[in-house]
Structures are given as structure tokens and as C-alpha cells.
Nanobody, 122 residues
Framework: QVQLVESGGGLVQAGHSRRLSCAAS????????MGWFRQAPGKEREFVSV????????RYADSVKGRFTISRDIARNTMYLQMNSLKPENTAVYHC???????????????WGPGTQVTVSS
């Protein structure tokens, strides 16, 4: 099973950018659909973005479309989330996850990282 660890979170001003990384070990991320989810205080975990096994298909939550970009580097076994034009409402713990099928539902993802905190100040 793949193990996942996120990094790149921190405090960032509204309007600025941040890139999150998800380093995988144990298996290649090319074997999985990879996704990003986030959970804000007092809220349920929500879908952010997903990239297919081949990398040819991506999906984004409407709230981040046009501002966030998901990508991956197979050689580094790492997935990324480039976040631009950040807003205070993007404050959350961001988790990466791996699934055996292409899905935007958290229940489809069997492997999860512990998360990285992103705080956007106004």
C-alpha cells in the first residue's frame, strides 16, 4: 500500500500563491488516481482536485477552478497542488489521497496523508 506525506503548508496572505506537495512511498503514484481534499475547522472534508492514473484527466471543485492546478511527477513519485489567488476561505488542512478508481468521493480513497495546514490571512 502507498504511504503519503504532505508538505508545503503554512501562513500565506490572501491573493498570494502556495504549492503543496504529496510525497509517496511504497508504490508508484502512477498506479493510482490521486486526489486532494481539505477540511476546515467545524466542517466536513471536501473534495478539491483529482488526477487520473494516466494523468490525462483532472477534476476540480467549482470553488477552486481556474485558481488551483493539480500535477504529478512520476519520477519523483510526488503529486502537487499549485494554489494561486488564495482566499481566507481556503484555510484548511489539506490532505492527499490515493484511490484505485477515478472518483471525487472521499470514500473511494483508501490511502491518506496526515495533512498540511494552510492558513490564508486577509
Amino acid at each position: 500500500q502507498v504511504q503519503l506525506v504532505e508538505s508545503g503548508g503554512g501562513l500565506v496572505q490572501a491573493g498570494h500563491s502556495r504549492r503543496l506537495s504529496c510525497a509517496a512511498s511504497g508504490r508508484s503514484i502512477s498506479s493510482y488516481t490521486m486526489g486532494w481534499f481539505r477540511q476546515a475547522p467545524g466542517k466536513e472534508r471536501e473534495f478539491v482536485s483529482v488526477i487520473s492514473v494516466t494523468g490525462a484527466s483532472t477534476r476540480y471543485a467549482d470553488s477552486v477552478k481556474g485558481r488551483f492546478t493539480i500535477s504529478r511527477d512520476i519520477a519523483r513519485n510526488t503529486m502537487y497542488l499549485q494554489m494561486n489567488s488564495l482566499k481566507p476561505e481556503n484555510t484548511a488542512v489539506y490532505h492527499c489521497a490515493a484511490a484505485m478508481t477515478f472518483s471525487t468521493a472521499a470514500t473511494s480513497f483508501g490511502s491518506w496523508g496526515p495533512g498540511t495546514q494552510v492558513t490564508v490571512s486577509s
